[in-house]
């Protein structure tokens, strides 16, 4: 059709008229028959299986597991994973419509167990973490429901005991450091690079000595390091020297190596009159909790040069960092990476599935957690 | 005085007059009377003592030696030290100068001891290194002269095992890479962080197990790692496997650690051929020196993933580092600094002045190298 200025004007005709005529019926048909609802809910591994074959036991996972995609398979053949696909459903929604007859879940550090997830999960009878920590569960409320709960137990002991002594050798030799200096191309200019510290000798402290601190006390005596250990109770089986106060530790160490658990009692157990007590050339290695160590203090010692240095894998508000550390060259840092080795993710898809495969046969969890 | 333009114009008068004349009489009397001379000949410890007092055995340092200033004190009280201190001077024309009666000498890496400067030194009898390497000193002609050489013997080894234990720990974990990755800020943006590597279970092959492939071994054993070796010669009280072949080794190996000495039999003995055999997710460690491995083939092989890292204190021609490795963040980098720490030092000290005193008492060098 010609415009008023004589323009003419051509347009698609009917070229896109049966796609568009097709997808609202597909839209018609999906919400009337629910298709994508359906898709969702075997996604979620809710379909029930052919009839005459076993009933796999549901198993709801609140945390993006499995890291590696062979251990799905493995998985599957022994269990229905119930996810959260749709991330903008929420939470308590989900549960409510899904996971009533939900008797085992999966958690970690970035999915809490709190009360009100417990509330609605009526049928839950086991909770399992990937993590080695347990801060982000409820354990009073479990006890109180008899819910057992598992944890990652020892299997990260070993790279976390690796990356703690990779931090310390690092702070006291100033590896990272001198890895910038020649990457930034400071060698040929300023040649003389500032003296480490000795590893052999050094007093180390290790402030709880479970698996972790005890994989730690093993590799540094190999080192030629003196270990000495705080905790909450003196173990009779271990040959160190046992302080009762963190301070004492501290005022008779040249390092801190902090590979405790975090909760009520050791929240803050790295306060300044503990960094005061291990002084000017004293180092902080903290692979256990942020909240371990009262980060502000601890960045106000080091910016001071009140303490020597610190390497931390764990941090209070993570992922953020106190940017005062960046400037900082006797400071090392790491994204809470202390656990992370595909060898130990093999290792904790095992301890899993033999977790729940104790819980669906009656028996007691392989890695049970004390909780009374 | 006016100017033809009319300014007037102002000057210093006779203000300098004194200063200059006193300059000038005193460039006179210095040239006359050889004072700046006699300065230098105090400083280079050519004075003789008092009358009476004991002659104090004079030793020729052409290494910037020592490193510490509680030594220098406890150095003097025993010997006199002959130092270059007029570094325009060449090193000959000193010698001839000042060094005839020199009957021992330390030197270093940076430091050689070479055919020419022993030529210039005919009453030498003992060459003494601050190294435990003695690829700069020309040891057929000290043996042809009948000088004895001692070195640092052992006195580094354990700095330098725990700084190769730290590079590996670093190269396998990805310290230094985490923590370039938070400071840059990374962590909040993105989040993951690439998966590191166990050390426990690794297959690692030492080449060179003497004293500080055999302090590598006892730390690495604590850590799981599954230790073998390559040395010249089997070592019968020695319990790891051994291989007369360094491909062998390696093809049997997660991770070679090179701690053997440098001579031509050890030139580029980490070639192409061994890297091959290593593999694509093999890790080489070297804290021996550059040339041991052939540096272009590493550097191609790191480029191109045909081995898998790389943690090195030593380059083929210090102190400047191929700038292809600073892109990379499957290598860690250090400025040639495994030994460096003031406990070792205050060690190397000690032997030093025990070689000395060994040596000027007509008794056998305590850290006296075999040299036939």
């Not at 009073?140 to 690796?162: F, H, K, L």
């Not at 764990?314 to 006797?330: A, C, G, I, S, Y």
Request: proline share 6%.
């Amino acid at each position: 059709m010609p415009s008023p200025r004589g323009i003419v004007v051509g347009y698609a005709g009917t070229v896109f008229s049966v796609d568009v005529a097709d997808f609202a019926v597909g839209l018609l048909i999906d919400v009337l028959r629910r298709i994508s609802f359906a898709h969702r809910f075997i996604r979620a591994g809710l379909w029930p299986l052919p009839l005459g074959s076993k009933q796999l036991p549901l198993v709801l996972t609140l945390f993006r597991f499995p890291f590696i995609p062979s251990f799905e398979e493995q998985f599957s053949e022994k269990f229905r994973a119930l996810k959260r696909t749709d991330l903008s459903e929420p939470l308590n929604q989900f549960l409510t419509k899904h996971a009533q007859s939900v008797r085992a879940l999966i958690c970690g550090a970035g999915a809490p167990v709190n009360i009100e997830t417990l509330n609605h999960l009526p049928s839950l009878s086991c909770v399992l973490t990937v993590s080695a920590g347990l801060d982000h569960i409820d354990l009073p409320e479990c006890r109180r429901r008899g819910i057992v709960v598992g944890n990652a137990s020892t299997v990260y002991s070993e790279d976390v005991a690796d990356f703690a002594v990779g931090l310390l050798i690092d702070v006291l030799r100033r590896i990272s450091s001198a890895d910038r200096f020649v990457r930034t191309g400071l060698w040929p200019l300023k040649g003389e690079y500032p003296l480490g510290s000795k590893l052999g000798g050094k007093r180390v402290g290790i402030v709880g000595l479970g698996s972790i601190g005890s994989e730690v006390a093993k590799r540094l005596e190999a080192f030629g390091c003196v270990i000495s250990y705080n905790s909450r109770k003196k173990k009779p089986s271990v040959p160190f020297p046992y302080y009762s106060n963190v301070i004492d530790l501290a005022a008779n160490s040249d390092v801190l190596i902090i590979s405790c658990e975090l909760n009520n009692e050791t929240f803050h157990i790295i306060n300044k009159d503990v960094m005061s007590a291990l002084g000017k050339k004293g180092v902080i290695i903290n692979v256990g909790r942020g909240a371990l160590i009262d980060e502000k203090e601890l960045v106000r010692c080091l910016v001071k040069g009140e303490i020597g240095g610190a390497g931390l894998d764990v941090f209070e508000n993570e992922p953020h960092v106190p940017k005062e550390l960046f400037e900082l060259d006797n400071v090392v840092l790491a994204p809470h990476k202390a656990v992370l080795t595909p060898e130990s993710f093999s290792a904790l898809h095992e301890l899993v599935i033999a977790n729940l495969e104790a819980f669906f046969s009656n028996k007691p969890l392989v890695s049970l957690v004390k909780n009374d």
